[in-house]
């Protein structure tokens, strides 16, 4: 039976990309059989006249995941807006069928998952007639437990205490936070110990703030990860999935 954790975001650009493809780093340069999945993508790049999913991309290189991008990124969109967005404006809606077809493949190819959602826990994937289905929707459905990645910095007591307390109202289970853009400083270290104390949730990473990302980026995400995070933990965050 695979394993699997849903990773979420306190906001948009929060770093969960980073962050995941750090963490599939280090499941799969350790043998474990991993992959990545991420149900929609806006903001896509165009090479050549083909749409390529640069967050996808990047997870697949850092860990050195050989999948179909179809397969784990099933809805990919040019627009840089919302998922739901995107898919009005390019006229190709998200079908959960085909979200949990692909989704049912990996669960039978891999022994673990770890998944990405595009922004925010409320971020919308669908909106029609039927009503707004979001991110909390899909992980409900697909019944994954999540870690959340929030800033180090100014602003994120605010937002993570009330991811965390959104998140555990939907019924969802927490396994950890993690904290992206991490500094020594006074400030990031009594944010994070505020948190612990206000939400009960463990810190399980830290990883530090990559100074000139776009340089080397590939090896600077392994390197950073590998001090970051824990294997021991990381698969502790693991549940058997649905």
């Not at 280090?26 to 896509?44: C, D, I, P, V």
């Not at 936070?177 to 612990?196: A, F, P, S």
Request: charged content about 25%; glycine content about 8%.
């Amino acid at each position: 039976m695979a394993k699997g954790v849903f990773i979420v975001g306190t906001d948009t650009d929060v770093g969960k990309t980073i962050v995941t493809a750090g963490l599939m780093h280090l499941l799969r340069s350790n043998g474990y059989n991993a992959t990545y999945f991420k149900a929609a993508l806006s903001g896509a790049l165009e090479v050549r006249g083909k749409l390529i999913p640069g967050d996808t991309k990047v997870v697949s290189e850092v860990s050195n995941l050989d999948e179909a991008y179809e397969n784990i990124t099933p809805f990919v969109y040019k627009a840089a807006v919302s998922p739901h967005l995107a898919a009005k404006l390019e006229n190709n809606p998200i079908d959960l069928n085909i979200v949990k077809e692909k989704y049912n493949y990996l669960k039978e190819k891999y022994d673990f998952i770890i998944a990405e959602g595009s922004g925010g826990i409320v971020c919308p994937l669908i909106d029609d007639e039927r009503g707004v289905y979001t991110l909390e929707n899909l992980i409900k459905d697909l019944g994954i437990e999540v870690i959340i990645v929030a800033r180090a910095g100014l602003g994120t007591i605010n937002h993570t205490v009330l991811t965390v307390r959104n998140i555990q109202g939907l019924g969802i289970k927490i396994k950890g936070i993690i904290i992206n853009n991490y500094e020594e400083q006074l400030l990031c270290d009594d944010n994070i110990k505020i948190i612990e104390k206000l939400t009960k949730i463990p810190i399980i990473g830290k990883l530090k703030t990559i100074d000139n990302l776009e340089d080397n980026m590939i090896e600077t995400i392994k390197t950073n990860a590998e001090k970051a995070f824990s294997l021991g933990k990381v698969l502790e965050c693991m549940e058997e999935l649905k």
